[in-house]
């Protein structure tokens, strides 16, 4: 098989990047176009024009693996299958173009801010949600956070979801490198089991702390949410991100809906939902209260 050429971009007359190159697969500029159509349309994912050799290396990996010849054959079979092979491919077809950036306490104030509102409110029922699970350092650290400011025997339920079906794999394994950026020597002693002999240098989450949280695959962009109670808490962190303003918007409506009144939901670095008063009001740096 030859070697994939480096990707190189030109810009057409209209302003749209025309993609130029020499490539094992063909790929054209409508090529491009039509995967930012069809993953906003399945996952609400909003790429921009700069998104071409991303998009290339992503999918090529894939057409590897079932054999095609072009980008452009692969979308064609994608849009024209049909039955449970089709649906594992648009799955597959999602999970090639998420992002899954995370690590176990990320953005620490939040979990800061967590454990107070739990010690403040005291023992009861708590459910919440990490919508964005990935690899699962973030729901594991609501879970230690948990455990922390409520003891082990709290009565907590942490729904973990993501839309990429492989991440939540590794997740559910609860597995990771001992060296995992995040955690301190405490926290590794306390919640994780070290590995031994062919697992030396690997840590697993420790069955008590893993019952806390349950891992589901689910689409924000799905008509109907059957995620259960209403939540308590919400992590959506760096999800909005790659939101238009219009979905943006859509997925605040239903995830207001989906909570209490006077639920918290923490949001990622850059968000910013200031422009939805009506729905959550601001309480803290990325820190939102339902109304």
Known sequence: MPAMS????????????????ETEFDFS???????????????????HAGKQAMVYSRLARRL???????????????????????????????????????SFFREEHHFELLAGELAARGRRGWRLWCN?????????????????????NANVHILCSDIDTRVLATAERG??????????????????????GANSGSIRIKPELAALVEFRQHNLMDERWSLGEPFD?????????????????????????????????????????????????LRGKTLYERV
Request: net charge positive.
């Open 6 to 21: 480096a990707l190189a971009s030109s810009r057409r007359s209209d302003g749209v990047p025309a993609v130029v190159r």
């Open 29 to 47: 500029a409508a090529d491009f176009e039509r995967v930012r159509q069809l993953i906003y349309r399945r996952a609400g994912i909003s790429l």
């Open 64 to 102: 590897r693996e079932l054999g095609h010849g072009s980008l452009g054959s692969y979308l064609q079979w994608l849009e024209q299958a049909r039955g449970a092979a089709a649906e594992q491919e648009w799955q597959e077809f999602i999970n090639c173009l998420t992002t899954n950036l995370t």
């Open 132 to 152: 964005a699970a990935s690899t699962g350092e973030e729901p594991y650290s609501l879970a230690m956070t948990v455990v922390e400011a409520l003891g082990p």
């Open 175 to 196: 597995v990771y490198a001992a060296t995992a950026r995040g955690l301190t020597p405490e926290r590794l002693r306390r919640h994780f089991l070290r590995g031994n």
């Open 233 to 281: 808490i919400v992590f959506c962190r760096n999800v909005m991100i790659y939101f238009d303003a219009a979905t943006q918007r859509r997925v605040l409506e239903r995830m207001h809906g989906a909570m209490r009144p006077g639920g918290l939901l923490f949001a990622g670095h850059s968000e910013n939902f200031t422009a939805s008063k009506d729905l959550f009001r």
